[in-house]
C-alpha cells in the first residue's frame, strides 16, 4: 500500500486502519472495534462498512467460524499469521492459532495422496482448550 494516509482519508476510516495495523496479528470482531474506538466518535455502520472494504482490499483478513459466531478479522501483514489452522474453545470462545508439525504433516498427506488443497484461514478446529479444562 503505497499511502496509507490518502487511501483512508476519513478520520474514521483511518482510526479503524491504524487501530488494525498497531494491532498486527490480533484477531477482532466488528463490535470489539466499536468497542475500542467508541471514545473517538466512530459509529458502528462506519465500522461495519469499513471493515468490509478493508477486506476486499486485502489489507483485513476476514475469518468466519460458523452459525452464531461473529466473524473476525485481523491486518493482513508479511509477519502475520494469516497461515496457520485455528482452533476455538467452545466453552470461553477464545481463538487460538495452531501452528503444529503434526497438522502441516496431515495437510501434506491429504495433498499428495488425496489431491486436497486445505484453504488454512478458513480450517477451525472446536473444542476445550487446556486453560477451561482446568476449572
Not at 32 to 51: H, N, P
Request: with cysteine; net charge neutral; hydrophobic share 30%.
Amino acid at each position: 500500500m503505497t499511502n496509507d494516509r490518502q487511501r483512508y482519508n476519513t478520520k474514521q476510516q483511518s482510526l479503524i486502519y491504524e487501530f488494525f495495523k498497531k494491532s498486527s496479528g490480533a484477531h477482532f470482531t466488528a463490535d470489539e472495534v466499536c468497542d475500542s474506538l467508541k471514545q473517538s466518535g466512530v459509529s458502528r455502520a462506519t465500522v461495519y462498512r469499513a471493515v468490509e472494504k478493508l477486506t476486499e482490499e486485502g489489507v483485513l483478513i476476514k475469518y468466519n467460524f460458523g452459525k452464531g459466531q461473529s466473524a473476525c478479522y485481523e491486518f493482513c501483514s508479511e509477519e502475520s499469521e494469516n497461515d496457520t489452522f485455528h482452533f476455538i474453545c467452545t466453552k470461553c470462545k477464545r481463538l487460538m492459532h495452531l501452528d503444529c508439525s503434526a497438522l502441516s504433516d496431515l495437510e501434506e498427506h491429504l495433498s499428495k495422496d488425496h489431491a486436497l488443497k486445505i484453504d488454512r484461514s478458513l480450517t477451525v478446529l472446536y473444542g476445550t482448550c487446556g486453560r477451561c479444562m482446568k476449572e
